[in-house]
């Protein structure tokens, strides 16, 4: 049996967490139950986001080489190991968090009693899961059309709780809001304006784009200390300045056009997929000076690679819910415990008003659409399982991608799971062909820098309110960009201590 806890840094310090006490736990547990040892592995992580994807204890198939998935009697495959993962923030203490999780042995056993019987193809008795999807790389599961429903009515969301969506961001709002950091990028844009201005080589229009809007609380601050700064350097660069703001949720480009008002005539707004920016903005190819990114790569579709035992593997997940949940939403939409899952699917097809329209006997109001939506979010749990991969060619990271580029990261010595964040890539892939040769992109966000960062601490996924965030593999986009002739580079973001935010800037190699 092999055991792998991740380093982290809650293993020192006066309030260090008991790991010897949780495994004590776990093995005990194990002991009881007739499991083969010699095909388990136990991953210890600390998962630090509150709302997350994961049980305190979860149980996830390793598949063999050549497993047939479509094996259609309704049993799993058979796997070849089991991994048991246990996040140590909740399995602390005994386990018992109030949560409703009880011991961590109850916690192991009760995952060993369902998941594992299915590990091992044999029949389960009643589940103590119900699952809403079948299993499917993670940046296909049901858990992105809950980020986008989030996207597409904020407002109902935030009512509800009385939290803006920035609350919940790192630091409590988006540092692309920082005045000394805009201030930075804009002065050195200005100089570069100059540069290409005294070899008549500044184009009329100066195009920014800028994917992901949010409130526009961001855009504002832009355009406000760009409008300041031209005027204090004495050129017209704002009278040329066309700023596009990007985002697929039309209700928070509403939100946005209100907040950017006083720059009406320099502000265009698109409804658009930040992964394939081109759909609408190819006229820019090559024209863009700015394109500019903050929190949203960390909110974009994205799936893991896992290497373990000298194989690659792809993670696939499920969306589930246990079935107490299941209980309670049946009970509170006043329907039957199988009709939970049909009415997930409407929810996130039609949205909470339509939903009311469509089925006044389950939700007699909009507040009582939002209240099953937020209540079924948050008892949305993944489960998943390794499926391996016959070779890094046959994996495509994003359109344009192909696997191979992991490689250098996934096989660089230890067992490794990391992000692919297929989103992020493809949008970066895309946005960088519509730079100017002297253009940037700059993007504010959670970054890995180093793929050792996978091994010493939980990089998602998490949940921040309604939506999901992953941070983003800095080095694979480094290694793409790299490929296609621009320099990426990762600085912390220099105007907030204690952040975690990083700042990435990709140019066209000089
Ligand atoms: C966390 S907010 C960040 C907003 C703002 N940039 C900030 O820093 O406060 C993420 C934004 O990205 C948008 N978004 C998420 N996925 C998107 C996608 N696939 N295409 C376009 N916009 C997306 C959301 O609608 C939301 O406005």
Redesign the pocket.
């Known amino acids: 049996m092999l055991v792998d806890v991740k380093p982290i840094h809650k293993m020192c310090g006066t309030k260090a967490v008991d790991v010897g006490a949780a495994l004590g736990m776990v093995i005990d547990a194990l002991c009881e139950d007739s499991v083969d040892l010699s095909r388990l592995r136990v991953v210890c992580d600390w998962v630090q986001y509150k709302g997350n994807f994961r049980q305190a204890v979860d149980l996830r198939p390793i598949l063999a080489p050549g497993t047939d998935l479509r094996s259609g009697n309704g049993t799993a495959p058979p796997a070849e190991e089991i991994e048991l993962a246990i996040d140590l923030r909740r399995c602390d203490n005994g386990g018992d968090d109030g949560g409703g999780n009880g011991g961590v042995k109850e916690a192991v056993r009760s995952a060993l009693g369902g998941n594992e019987a299915a590990g091992r193809g044999e029949q389960q008795g009643s589940p103590a899961r119900i699952e809403l999807e079948d299993w499917m790389p993670t940046s296909r599961s049901c858990i992105w059309s809950f980020?986008?429903l989030y996207?597409q009515a904020l407002d109902l969301w935030e009512q509800s709780t009385g939290r803006r969506?920035?609350q919940a961001?790192p630091g409590g709002e988006?540092?692309?809001?920082n005045r000394d950091a805009v201030r930075e990028l804009i002065a050195d844009m200005l100089e570069g304006f100059d540069d290409l201005a005294a070899r008549n080589a500044l184009p009329e229009e100066l195009y920014v784009v800028?994917?992901?809007?949010?409130?526009g609380?961001?855009a504002k601050v832009w355009l406000d200390e760009f409008a300041a700064a031209d005027s204090a350097h004495g050129t017209e660069y704002y009278r040329r300045l066309q700023y596009l703001m990007?985002?697929?949720?039309p209700h928070?480009l509403g939100m946005a056009r209100g907040a950017v008002a006083d720059h009406a005539e320099h502000v265009s707004s698109f409804v658009?997929?930040?992964?394939v920016p081109t759909t609408a903005l190819g006229f820019l190819r090559s024209k863009v000076f700015l394109a500019y990114?903050?929190?949203?790569y960390d909110?974009?579709p994205t799936e893991e690679v896992a290497r373990i035992g000298g194989r690659s593997y792809r993670v696939e997940a499920r969306a589930c819910l246990a079935q107490r949940d299941v209980a309670e939403l049946a009970e509170y939409a006043s329907a039957g415990e199988v009709a939970v899952p049909g009415l997930i699917r409407k929810l996130l097809r039609l949205g909470p008003p339509l939903l009311v329209e469509a089925m006044p006997e389950h939700f007699r109001d909009v507040g009582t659409a939002v209240g099953f939506w937020q209540r079924a979010w948050q008892a949305l749990t993944l489960a998943e399982r390794y499926v391996p991969l016959p070779g890094l060619d046959t994996y495509q990271v994003a359109p344009g991608v192909g696997g191979e580029v992991l490689r250098p990261l996934l096989e660089s010595g230890n067992d490794l799971r990391m992000h692919v964040n297929n989103?992020a890539v493809a949008s970066f892939v895309d946005t960088i062909g519509l730079l100017h040769p002297y253009g940037r992109l700059l993007c504010?966000d959670l970054f890995v820098t180093d793929t050792q960062q996978y091994r010493t601490g939980f990089r998602g996924p998490g949940k921040?309110d309604g939506?999901v965030v992953n941070w983003v593999n800095g080095p694979l986009l480094e290694l793409i960009g790299s490929r296609k002739g621009f320099d990426v580079c990762y600085a912390p973001f220099a105007h907030r201590t204690g952040t975690n935010i990083i700042t990435m800037t990709a140019r066209v190699r000089d």
């Open positions: 980020n986008a996207w969506y920035e961001l988006s540092d692309a809001r800028e994917l992901g809007v949010g409130n609380n961001q990007c985002d697929y949720s928070v658009l997929d930040a992964t990114i903050s929190n949203v909110n974009l989103g504010h921040y939506s």
